[in-house]
């Protein structure tokens, strides 16, 4: 267990939930988790995702574990029965692998959850009573916290397009009045006392029905690692569906757990990034200007993990 990880899950079980005729005649519930040399945090996720009262399936699919995380999840996956475990396929990328966990899970809805991510109590809950009654196509996501229990930058966000991406990560629309409305993250907004509309929720905990999630496609395969989440939700509202944020249905999410290269999932996440703003580009300008910033969207993610270590934020 890693020193993060082990003061946060230690403490509040998830109870049942008290909401008055949910529990009876419910849809099932089963979380999807893709798994690739998470590191020691794995072990306390999926501990709370099966303390869970609400939780009837856990699908892991292992994109790649060190030996040992292997063989202890395949030992998992024999004493409970709740537990199916996808591995032996490599390291087919997440968006592979979470709609191969998708095809194989019983449940009616789907909660799409990291594998460095600790469910809070209700959590859960929150999300499948919400999307319930909820109108087709519909994304629920969850409010995502630091370890300190701050709102993780990512939660809740604007629309991703060029111009708001480049604008927002590099800081200049913090420091410019005049392009504010290019801020793509909203955490440093009031919370909301419900759920309510975003454009974009973070894909570390988030639930769909799933014939929401097979009317649309699922996630999109083209796409490595990162930015499928963004896309997910773009296609839902150009389905005419909506993507909520729910401020109650919690959970602490480490990030910067994997044992891969931090430079590699930056450029993952460039390349993620740049097929994104090709693939929403409209008319010969937008896609001619899409494919020109393309080598840049993946330069600036490169440059980041650089910068973290000259700053001392990663190792």
């Known amino acids: 267990m890693n020193g993060i990880a082990a003061p946060i899950v230690a403490v509040e079980p998830a109870p049942t939930p008290d909401f008055p005729g949910f529990k009876a005649g419910r849809r099932s519930v089963s979380v999807v988790m893709v798994v690739f040399m998470t590191g020691a945090a794995l072990q306390e996720s999926i501990e709370r995702v ?20 292997g063989a202890r999840l395949k030992g998992l996956a024999d004493r409970d029965r709740r537990v199916a475990l996808l591995s032996g396929h490599g390291n087919i990328g997440f968006a592979r692998g979470a709609n191969l966990g998708a095809r194989t899970a019983k449940g009616d809805i789907l909660v799409f959850l990291n594998p460095d991510a600790f469910l809070r109590p209700r959590c859960i809950a929150e999300l499948a009573r919400e999307i319930a009654e909820r109108p087709a196509p519909c994304i629920v996501g969850g409010r995502v916290l630091n370890a300190d229990l701050t709102e993780q930058r990512g939660a809740r966000r604007g629309d991703i397009t060029l111009v708001n991406a480049l604008l927002s990560l590099s800081r200049l629309a913090e420091m410019a009045p005049a392009w504010r409305r290019h801020e793509v993250h909203w955490e440093g907004q009031p ?6 509309p975003v454009p974009t929720i973070s894909g570390a905990c988030f639930c769909m029905r799933r014939e929401d999630f097979d009317a649309v496609g699922g996630f999109d395969e083209k796409y490595f690692l990162h930015v ?17 944020f729910h401020p109650k249905a919690e959970v602490i999410h480490l990030g910067h757990t994997s044992l891969t290269s931090p430079i590699r999932v930056e450029f993952h996440k460039g390349v993620g990034l740049a097929r994104y703003f090709r693939k929403r580009a409209v008319g010969v300008g937008q896609h001619l200007t899409a494919w020109l910033m393309s080598p840049i969207v993946v330069g600036a993610a490169i440059v980041r993990p650089v910068m973290w270590r000259f700053r001392g934020r990663a190792g």
């Open 50 to 69: 099966l303390g869970d009262p609400l939780v009837d399936e856990l699908v892991i699919v292992d994109n790649g574990s060190t030996g040992e995380d």
């Open 191 to 196: 919370l909301p006392d419900g759920p309510t």
């Open 228 to 244: 499928e989440d963004v896309d997910l939700c773009w296609r839902v509202r150009r389905a005419g569906g909506e993507v909520l």
